[in-house]
C-alpha cells in the first residue's frame, strides 16, 4: 500500500466507506424530498454514488487499496493480497465507516441518527441480482487491476452507476452499505431482517468473481508439441 502503516490504511477505509454511506443515503433523502417521481428519485441517488466511488478511490486508493466494502477484502484476502488479521480489521473499519456514514447523512438532514429500514428487499430476484452487483464489481476491479490500473476509479464508478440500472436490487454489492443502509428509514434503506440475505449473495458473488477472473487472466501456459 505504498508504504502507509496499517493506521493510515485503516482511517482510510474507514473514512472512505463512510463517506460513501454518506452519499448514498444522502442522496437518497435529498431526492425524496424534492421529487415524489421512484425513477427520477433512484437516477438522482445513482449519479452521487457513481461520481463519490470515483473521488474517493482516486483520493484513498494509494492509502489503502480503497476497498471500502468487506466483499472486496475478501476476495484479495483469498488472493493472498491480505494477511487474515489485517483483512478483519478492515472490515471492521469499513462497518464502523459505514454506520457513522449514516449518523452523518442524518444529521445533515435533522433526521436521528439511525432509524431501522422498513424498506422490504428480499427474495430470489433481489438475492441474485445482489450476486450479480458483486460478480461484476469484483470483476471490474481486478480486470482494471490486471490491464489499466489507471481507469480502476471510474470503471468502479461508472459500473455502480450502471448496476443501479440493470439490477433487481439496485446494487448495493458491498456487506458495509448493507448493514449501514439498514439503519436509514429513506428511499436508500433495507429492512434490517433483509440484510442478511443480500450480504450472503454479495459474499457469494464475489468469491466466485475471485475465482473465476483469477483463472481468466491467469499466465497462459507454453503449448508443447
Not at 85 to 95: D, T
Not at 115 to 122: I, K, N
Not at 140 to 155: H, K, Q, W
Not at 165 to 181: D, M, Q
Amino acid at each position: 500500500m505504498m508504504g502507509y502503516d496499517l493506521n493510515r490504511r485503516l482511517f482510510a477505509e474507514a473514512l472512505g466507506t463512510g463517506i460513501l454511506v454518506a452519499a448514498v443515503v444522502g442522496s437518497g433523502i435529498m431526492a425524496e424530498t424534492l421529487t415524489g417521481d421512484r425513477a427520477l428519485a433512484l437516477l438522482a441517488n445513482t449519479i452521487p454514488t457513481g461520481a463519490i466511488l470515483i473521488v474517493l478511490i482516486t483520493m484513498l486508493g494509494p492509502v489503502s487499496g480503497a476497498h471500502f466494502n468487506p466483499a472486496v477484502t475478501l476476495v484479495f484476502t483469498l488472493q493472498g493480497a491480505l494477511a487474515p488479521g489485517v483483512a478483519l480489521a478492515y472490515v471492521a473499519a469499513q462497518i464502523s465507516g459505514g454506520l457513522l456514514g449514516t449518523g452523518l447523512a442524518h444529521t445533515m438532514f435533522e433526521m436521528p441518527l439511525w432509524t431501522p429500514s422498513p424498506t422490504p428487499r428480499t427474495g430470489s430476484g433481489q438475492w441474485i441480482a445482489e450476486a450479480v452487483a458483486s460478480f461484476g464489481l469484483i470483476g471490474a476491479i481486478l480486470g482494471g487491476l490486471r490491464l489499466r490500473p489507471e481507469v480502476v476509479p471510474a470503471l468502479v464508478g461508472l459500473y455502480i452507476t450502471a448496476a443501479y440500472w440493470f439490477t433487481a436490487s439496485t446494487s448495493f454489492a458491498n456487506p458495509a452499505v448493507t448493514l449501514a443502509r439498514a439503519l436509514t428509514d429513506s428511499f436508500s434503506g433495507i429492512r434490517p431482517a433483509d440484510a442478511p440475505g443480500f450480504i450472503v449473495a454479495q459474499l457469494i458473488g464475489a468469491t466466485l468473481a475471485g475465482a473465476v477472473f483469477a483463472w481468466l487472466y491467469a499466465p497462459a501456459r507454453r503449448e508443447t508439441a
